[in-house]
């Protein structure tokens, strides 16, 4: 099993910028993929970004690409999600999630290994 640990988020103005850490432990971590979904109010969770542990492939939505890039840092265990350019729309709690990769692919519509417990991001206009 594998648990979350999240930290960032917090209050800006459209525009500006955020980071997002999730530090993970537990095994096997290379077999996860480590990603950010996010739930606006009266909207359904959806998914934002991800990363492959192993081999670092990444994944990202398309009302993000170009504005936010997810990393990871293997030797801290952290993966992280820098957001520039950020919009009123952005505005959600943020998760990060682990997912086990299936044929060495990532699923995101998959249920998660795990959740972090979340991180309110809110962007002001």
């Known amino acids: 099993q594998v648990q979350l640990v999240e930290s960032g988020g917090g209050l800006v103005q459209a525009g500006g910028s955020l980071r997002l850490s999730c530090t993970a432990s537990?095994?096997?971590?290379?077999?996860?993929?480590l990603g950010w979904f996010r739930q606006a109010p009266g909207k359904e969770r959806e998914f934002v970004a991800a990363?492959?542990?192993?081999?670092?492939?990444?994944y990202y939505a398309d009302s993000v690409k170009g504005r936010f890039t997810i990393s990871r840092d293997n030797a801290e265990n952290t993966m992280t999600l820098q957001m520039n350019s950020l919009k009123p729309q952005d505005t959600a709690v943020y998760y990060c999630?682990?997912?086990?990769?299936?044929?060495?692919?990532?699923?995101?519509?998959?249920?998660?290994?795990?959740w972090g417990q979340g991180t309110q991001v809110t962007v002001s206009s």
């Open positions: 999630a682990a997912h086990r990769l299936h044929m060495g692919e990532y699923f995101p519509s998959l249920d998660p290994a795990s």
């Open positions: 537990g095994r096997a971590l290379s077999t996860y993929a």
């Open positions: 990363i492959q542990w192993s081999g670092g492939r990444t």
